[in-house]
């Protein structure tokens, strides 16, 4: 319940910044991660559903976490803003 709660309010203020998560991913993620988040082949897993991409996301933009290849993932979210990621993560936890 809580956790609905969040996404809802992290998805309600990325419309009102006027991130738009779903065409983000299409552009930015899905190359890699596939349009569902499902493509595990690269990361290893799926990220669909994942509720703590927005750690992960932070994490690796500020260079906190990581794997082996976590400079893919750094440079994939270079000119991103917070918003950028918080409505990405809104995204990612709707992909199932
Ligand atoms: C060039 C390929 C590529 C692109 C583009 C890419 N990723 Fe990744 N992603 C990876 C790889 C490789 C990893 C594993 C990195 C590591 O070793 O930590 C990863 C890891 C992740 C993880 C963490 C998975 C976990 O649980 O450890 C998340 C969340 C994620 N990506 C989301 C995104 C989002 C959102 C975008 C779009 C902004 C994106 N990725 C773009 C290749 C990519």
Redesign the pocket.
Known sequence: MVKRVLILSVLSASVLMGADGAK??GA??A???GANGKEAS??G?A?AG?AA?LT??TGYKAGTF?????A??QA??DG?SDDDLKA?AAH?ATLK
């Not at 990581?66 to 976590?70: A, I, T």
């Open positions: 983000l991913f930015k993620c190359e890699c991660h690269i990361a897993k990220i994942d991409a992960k996301l990581g794997g082996d290849q976590k893919t993932m994939s979210l991103l990405l990612v």
